[in-house]
């Protein structure tokens, strides 16, 4: 290195030094730390005691931790590939040529705007099981709804269907992966007489196939830490006989409510292990499947 | 060129420390006229922070070297904890009696015997639960504002309605449920019509099938359902043993939840839930109580604000809700207290105890309970206050906190996570997925494991955090 690029260097780091001091305090301490506390009692008041692997063996034994986690992998089992399919769904009859597209676009992308608290509250009004618009709806079929946000079979659901609502994020990435497919493949597919769904799964689905990878992974992590909604659906508890308690909330719980952040950070650090392993999985198990038209 | 980076480095250097020690810049708070600034967190809002500023104004006038600075905070408890581990926490500030010892054991708070002792502040001056409720551990931890009790308010013109004598509450718990059998009122559909029938007249096949909408209902356990964990006190139960032993699954506590399990059998889960969701919020004139969905309800002294406010036509009452065993527990009711707390690391705490010795005076404190509409804590009243109190009930709630069987919040550090766990058997039992003692179980090994968890760590830390607080002494 001579002197000059040793100066433009240093003057370099110099500028993003803000950056840097704040990823070091504000990103890098406090993961260091969640490790440290994780390995101990703490109350965040007062000093933390090392009672080693502890607070890990407890939750093998916590049955609300089993239960938030079964919750958890409820909701992300009909969360993830539903909201992949709806979404891609949506994303192909979007990109038809109707009339009026761009508003129809607009509209199914709308929901992802409105902020999720505010969502949650007006969703709980659709689903109140007395006077909810979508028991309302029911009724007209002659279906008697549930109580929805009442009973603990019902909780799950509930969040699921709102959670579906609010696809638009991952239709937009669909629309614009399917405009990316090259028109030629599909007209020489055509000139061989292939039908439309043929077209759309030997080569729709392969074109976009890295889109919807990507999709799944980010639903994987996402869905794994839900918690806006349904702390808002049940004020910060877990609904009725904590049908709804989630993961993230149950960690929220333990760390700010009951104060056992050691607790709190060693669950944090076994949530981002599942999320690692499930993530790892996922890219093996569709490594095959997926197609890089630059490869 | 090699001195600009330096001197850019420095100059980077400087900033960021600047902004970093920023954060922790320790006013010596002194008003212009050299008066000491106290810092006051208060959780209220509306009228209630109306009364308490003027007590504030009257304190600040009172005298010349100490000027209180009140600040509305939502969330105190949460931000008031996180101010104290911060180090930079206000001089006073309100809490609530139940979460004194939760705050104490973590030493978030500072000890007030040798104050108090000081200024002559001593137990004989209170109604003596409510002192009981500012200990922990035997350390006084604070001193109160505005306390409250529960009573049962009935609404009378339902009670007329039903053919019921208005002025009569039920004396017994068991009165209660027949009268709710009267009070209740149900539609059904009998060869192909809707009737309005009460539950009274349902036969025993009807009541067996439950195939009717609840229109209103006499009294339900959950509604408004604050102290579900606590209906054992009318059963003469406790929640634990005062010392290591948590008693969940006690017999009376499990007959209390029989208790609410006998409301969802005997008018239908599905049938509760759909009326449940059938209700406003609390604070609005669709609350059940307020818009006559609920005939019987055991509510708090500020209830008389909410009727006013929002129902002001209500025909009602309030009398002591009864127990199980009336002759054994006459006047059953759960007090607890806002309370005045010196947070640790305040900066003042002599001055603020100044403050909060001054509210404890017969005057202040009446003034700001007559704006709460609450009673006061102070065991000599006024008969001012008395007449001046728009709460025509106001000496029934005060008659309920003297009384030997004034129970309150148990005393744990872990209360959030006892309560929480208790709410989880009310849901299983309510819904009939459990029995009580199935519920209670699960309820009571649980919450021994978490509390045997507390008891170790009080264990290891337990004796110098005492000698810490008996030789606490304020600057």
Request: with cysteine; hydrophobic share 45%; charged share 20%.
């Amino acid at each position: 290195m001579t002197r000059g690029e040793r100066r433009n260097l240093w003057i370099g780091l110099a500028f993003i030094s803000p950056w840097i001091v704040g990823f070091l305090a504000f990103t890098v301490y406090p993961v260091a730390a969640s490790v440290y506390y994780s390995f101990c009692d703490y109350d965040v008041l007062t000093k933390p005691i090392w009672v080693g692997t502890l607070n890990y063996r407890d939750m093998l034994t916590d049955r609300v931790f089993w239960q938030s986690l079964g919750n958890t992998f409820y909701f992300a089992a009909f969360a993830l590939p539903l909201g992949l399919i709806i979404s891609l769904l949506a994303a192909v009859l979007l990109n038809q040529s109707v009339r009026g597209r761009p508003v129809f676009r607009a509209i199914f992308f709308l929901p992802s705007l409105i902020p999720v608290v505010a969502a949650s509250m007006v969703w709980l009004w659709i689903l109140n099981g007395s006077f909810g618009l979508l028991n309302q709806a029911l009724e007209w079929l002659h279906i008697r709804g549930p109580q929805w946000v009442a009973d603990p079979k019902w909780t799950k659901p509930s969040l699921i269907l709102m959670s579906l609502w609010a696809c638009g994020n991952t239709v937009v990435i669909y629309l614009a992966a399917l405009q990316d497919v090259p028109r030629s493949l599909y007209e020489s597919a055509e000139i061989d007489g292939a039908s439309a769904w043929v077209k759309f799964r030997h080569i729709t689905i392969p074109m976009i196939s890295p889109v919807i990878y990507f999709n799944l992974i980010m639903g994987i992590i996402g869905s794994l830490q839900v918690f806006a909604q349904a702390y808002v659906f049940f004020s910060g508890g877990g609904g009725p006989n904590r049908s709804a308690l989630f993961y993230a909330v149950y960690l929220f719980q333990n760390a700010f409510e009951y104060r056992q952040m050691g607790y709190a950070c060693a669950m944090a650090w076994v949530l981002f292990l599942i999320i690692l392993a499930l993530t790892w999985a996922a890219t093996r198990s569709t490594r095959k499947l997926i197609f890089y038209a630059g490869e | 060129m090699r001195l600009l980076t330096a001197r850019l480095l420095l100059g980077l250097a400087l900033g960021t420390a600047l902004i970093l020690t920023g954060c922790d810049r320790r006013v010596e708070g002194r008003t212009s006229d050299k008066r000491i600034t106290i810092q006051y967190w208060e959780k209220w809002t509306g009228f209630e922070d109306d009364a308490m500023q003027a007590v504030v104004d009257d304190f600040n006038r009172s005298q010349d070297r100490i000027f209180v600075k009140k600040l509305t905070v939502s969330q105190i408890d949460r931000k008031l904890m996180l101010a104290a581990a911060g180090g930079d926490p206000p001089d006073v500030a309100g809490l609530w009696s139940h979460t004194l010892p939760d705050f104490s054991e973590k030493g978030a708070l500072t000890p007030l015997d040798k104050l108090a002792q000081q200024s002559g502040v001593k137990r004989e001056d209170y109604i003596p639960v409510i002192w009981d409720l500012c200990r922990h551990r035997g350390f006084l931890w604070g001193l109160p504002t505005t306390p409250a009790s529960v009573a049962l308010h009935w609404n009378k013109q339902m009670f007329r309605e039903a053919g019921l004598d208005p002025d009569r509450p039920p004396r017994s718990l068991d009165e209660l449920d027949a009268m709710n059998d009267r009070l209740t009122v149900v539609d059904i559909e009998r060869a192909g019509k809707t009737e309005r029938v009460r539950f009274l007249s349902l036969t025993d096949a009807e009541r067996q099938a439950k195939k009717f909408r609840l229109v209103q209902v006499g009294h339900l356990p959950q509604e408004p359902g604050w102290w579900m964990q606590m209906w054992g006190y009318w059963f003469g139960g406790d929640l634990w043993d005062g010392d290591r032993q948590i008693t969940a699954n006690s017999p009376e506590n499990i007959a209390a939840f029989a208790w609410l399990r006998q409301h969802a059998e005997k008018f239908g889960v599905d049938n509760l839930r759909s009326f449940g969701a059938s209700f406003g919020n609390f604070a609005s004139p669709q609350s059940p109580y307020l818009s006559g969905k609920v005939a019987m309800v055991l509510q708090g002294v500020w209830m008389y604000n909410f009727i006013d406010k929002f129902a002001p036509h209500l025909e009602w009452a309030a009398a002591p809700f009864p127990a199980k065993d009336p002759e054994r527990f006459p006047q059953v009711t759960i007090v607890e207290s806002d309370v005045l707390v010196i947070p640790k690391g305040a900066r003042h705490p002599r001055e603020a105890f100044e403050f909060i010795r001054y509210v404890n005076t017969q005057k202040p404190m009446e003034k700001l309970c007559l704006g709460h509409r609450k009673f006061t804590a102070l065991a000599e009243v006024s008969p001012e206050f008395i007449k001046s109190h728009p709460n025509p009930f106001i000496t029934t709630f005060i008659e309920l906190a003297k009384s030997p069987h004034a129970r309150y919040v148990p005393r744990l550090s872990i209360w959030q996570e006892y309560k929480d766990e208790v709410a989880v058997a009310v849901d299983r039992v309510q819904a009939l997925m459990s029995s009580p003692a199935a519920a209670l179980d699960q309820v009571q090994q649980r919450m021994q494991w978490k509390f045997d968890r507390v008891l170790r760590r009080w264990d290891t830390v337990g004796n110098e955090r005492v000698k810490e607080w008996s030789d606490y002494d304020a600057r």
